[in-house]
């Protein structure tokens, strides 16, 4: 296996791909390439826009307010805020990461900014806190087979909905893809069962004027073991 780095893809045929640094018969073609896919593009799709994410890095030396005792991942739904999204504190080396997610449908680019500061200043972290890094994640599933080019994990648009977590659905579909190359007759089962809980769970989330009671039941539903079992089984598991 020959691998080449620092190489933009230009463009592909049935038969080749083009890239900054020349020209390549084409086998097979897997986009792997996330939430920005050139290849999912060059396809004719639609980004696959369904979250976006915001963060901050504070340094350590600086943090204080609420989030100054937080040691570990921690994570807060605020559903005033952020709809089904939820915002989150990551400690690092060095620095604490401060971001929230919420889905692109619910929230335009300038309402999650705005609903960031909010809470931020909720956190008694003044201003922003430091630049300001912004996100795209793919929810948004549109086939993964286009003959001999795939898609796959956010390429594909297979990242959760909820969570905007990724690296699940990257590794079935890795793993499924290849399956698919070696055996042309073989359709992939995990792959469309997580697309069908990413539907399923799409809906729930965007359709908030029949939902909306829920999400603010929500954070007293799941302490409910039975619920919170099945609705994790559903919709995120």
Same mark, same amino acid.
């Given at each position: 296996v020959?691998? #080449?780095?620092?190489?933009?893809?230009?463009?592909? /045929?049935?038969?080749?791909? *083009?890239?900054s640094?020349?020209? %390549?018969? +084409?086998?097979?073609?897997?986009?792997? /390439? =996330?939430?920005?896919?050139?290849?999912?593009? &060059?396809?004719?799709?639609?980004s696959?826009?369904?979250?976006?994410?915001?963060?901050?890095?504070?340094?350590?030396?600086?943090?204080?307010?609420r989030?100054?005792?937080?040691?570990?991942?921690?994570?807060w739904?605020?559903?005033? +805020?952020f709809?089904?999204? %939820?915002?989150?504190?990551? @400690?690092? @080396?060095?620095?604490? &990461?401060?971001?929230?997610?919420?889905?692109?449908?619910?929230?335009?680019?300038?309402?999650?900014?705005?609903?960031?500061?909010?809470?931020?200043? *909720?956190?008694?972290?003044?201003?922003? =806190?430091?630049?300001?890094?912004?996100?795209?994640? !793919?929810?948004?599933?549109?086939?993964?087979?286009f003959?001999r080019?795939?898609?796959?994990? /956010?390429?594909?648009?297979?990242?959760?909905?909820?969570?905007?977590?990724g690296?699940?659905?990257?590794?079935?579909s !890795?793993?499924?893809?290849?399956?698919?190359?070696?055996?042309?007759?073989y359709?992939?089962?995990?792959?469309?069962a997580?697309?069908?809980?990413h539907r399923?769970?799409? /809906?729930?989330?965007?359709?908030r004027?029949?939902?909306?009671?829920?999400?603010?039941?929500?954070?007293?539903?799941?302490r409910?073991?039975?619920? #919170?079992?099945?609705?994790?089984? &559903? %919709?995120?598991?």
């Open positions: 020959q691998v #080449r780095l620092g190489e933009r893809l230009v463009g592909f /045929d049935r038969s080749s791909v *083009t890239t640094k020349g020209r %390549y018969r +084409l086998g097979y073609l897997v986009g792997a /390439d =996330g939430a920005s896919s050139r290849v999912r593009r &060059r396809l004719g799709l639609e696959g826009l369904k979250m976006r994410a915001l963060q901050i890095r504070v340094p350590s030396h600086l943090v204080s307010g989030v100054g005792a937080v040691k570990e991942p921690t994570i739904f605020d559903t005033a +805020l709809g089904s999204g %939820y915002a989150w504190a990551f @400690p690092a @080396p060095g620095e604490l &990461r401060l971001g929230c997610g919420a889905s692109a449908e619910l929230l335009r680019a300038g309402e999650l900014k705005k609903a960031f500061r909010t809470w931020l200043s *909720t956190m008694d972290i003044a201003g922003e =806190g430091g630049p300001l890094e912004a996100g795209n994640i !793919g929810c948004d599933y549109r086939g993964h087979r003959g080019i795939y898609l796959a994990g /956010d390429a594909a648009g297979l990242a959760s909905p909820v969570t905007g977590e690296i699940g659905g990257a590794l079935i !890795g793993a499924e893809v290849a399956r698919e190359i070696v055996d042309p007759a359709r992939s089962a995990s792959i469309a997580l697309v069908s809980k399923r769970t799409h /809906d729930i989330l965007v359709h004027n029949i939902c909306g009671p829920l999400y603010a039941m929500t954070s007293w539903l799941l409910i073991p039975r619920v #919170r079992k099945a609705a994790f089984s &559903r %919709y995120i598991a």
